[in-house]
């Protein structure tokens, strides 16, 4: 895969509500974390490696530092897509305990398609309004469904669409064993789940690179262990994995997604340290989840981080465009090294995003609640 693909996505997770505050405001603040990360690098990489190579030593060191932070030595973004990897299978695992597995499988589809079909849209329509090619039907088939990958199907959405195939077969394994739960109902308290967390590492260590071609290559093996250690963390807390389990299924999961890197993606050697980079603010705010407390700014802004995804690395660069149509004499001009006409964009961008999760994301996840 080349190095400038895009590698994050802020993958949309549930806000889990908990005994206590501090859960919920420890997931939103690390999914504004791994959101300033994405969005940075896929939105601002060229102001901050500019202002990086500044004749002032303050600047320079600071934007140096922010762009190994958001790029990883090229990266685009291996630290953000793990720790949302890890934050989903936190967040879904602890959703599916409280919900029967209709009322799971409508929530998820409910949550992630309506937004995702829009945004296909969009992408469609300001491809062909700038006259370029446009996806045929089995390409936007691949896309819209999430099912891509069996179809030889290129990622769109400026690529990070493939983020949310490895969710929607996470959200398929689970809904299955929840199924699968309800049918054989096992006596006294629920079984302890080191056994099957452990095939499962098993089963993505040895199964062949999945997708088996596109840049994407072996992705799914690579990714999904940190799925299944943040699905571990929240089987702790429902006292299904002691600490030892979690300790030794921590150790597999990191174990998996290097052995999977370098057999799929040697060229993702040096990229290894920011797994655990990653894995360690996960584990590390959750174990003092307790003393993080809400903040109605962080909340607003981890509401937007699904849409954001979506739109943000075609839609920002096209309203950009337009606008240096009308006043190219901003595009020209810097401010504190950054152009009037990209902030402008920026910041139009984020007022549609915030219209359109009032206006059709959140009342379409509300009318899915009182559906199942």
């Excluded at 290129?154 to 195939?165: F, N």
């Excluded at 077969?169 to 929840?178: Q, R, W």
């Excluded at 040895?206 to 929240?234: C, E, K």
């Excluded at 040697?266 to 903040?295: E, H, I, Q, V």
Aim: with cysteine; charged share 15%.
């Amino acid at each position: 895969m080349p190095l400038d693909r895009p590698l994050t996505s802020p993958a949309k997770t549930l806000s889990v509500p908990a005994a206590g505050a501090g859960r919920m405001a420890f997931v939103d603040a690390l999914r504004c974390v791994a959101f300033m990360s994405v969005f940075a690098q896929h939105v601002f990489i060229d102001e901050i490696v500019r202002l990086a190579g500044s004749a002032d030593p303050l600047v320079a060191g600071a934007f140096a530092a922010v762009d190994r932070f958001v790029r990883i030595d090229g990266a685009p973004g291996v630290f953000g897509v793990v720790l949302f990897f890890a934050i989903s299978g936190y967040c879904i695992t602890l959703a599916a305990r409280r919900e029967t597995p209709a009322q799971f499988v409508v929530r998820r589809v409910f949550r992630i398609y309506p937004l995702l079909i829009v945004a296909l849209l969009v992408e469609v329509m300001l491809e062909r309004i700038a006259g370029r090619a446009t996806p045929g039907a089995r390409a936007l088939l691949g896309s819209a469904t999430l099912l891509g990958d069996f179809m030889l199907v290129e990622p769109r959405l400026a690529g990070v669409e493939w983020t949310l195939r490895l969710e929607i077969l996470f959200y398929g394994a689970m809904a299955i064993g929840l199924a699968l739960a309800a049918r054989l109902p096992l006596p006294g308290k629920s079984p302890p789940l080191l056994a099957p967390i452990l095939a499962v590492s098993a089963v993505i260590a040895l199964s062949p690179a999945f997708p088996s071609a596109m840049w994407t290559r072996g992705y799914i093996n690579m990714f999904a262990p940190f799925l299944v250690l943040g699905a571990s963390f929240a089987a702790f807390e429902q006292r299904r994995l002691s600490a030892v389990s979690l300790t030794v299924v921590g150790i597999v999961c990191i174990a998996v997604a290097l052995w999977t890197q370098q057999a799929f993606r040697p060229d993702y050697a040096r990229f290894a340290g920011y797994y655990t980079a990653a894995f360690g603010l996960f584990g590390g705010s959750w174990l003092l989840r307790d003393r993080f407390r809400g903040s109605r700014l962080v909340f607003r802004v981890s509401l937007l981080t699904y849409a954001t995804y979506l739109f943000h690395g075609f839609l920002v660069g096209a309203i950009d465009r337009g606008l240096t149509w009308l006043v190219p004499y901003g595009s020209s001009v810097m401010v504190a090294g950054f152009s009037p006409n990209k902030l402008a964009a920026i910041a139009m961008f984020f007022a549609a995003m915030a219209a359109l999760v009032a206006s059709v994301e959140q009342p379409i996840i509300r009318w899915s609640k009182r559906l199942a």
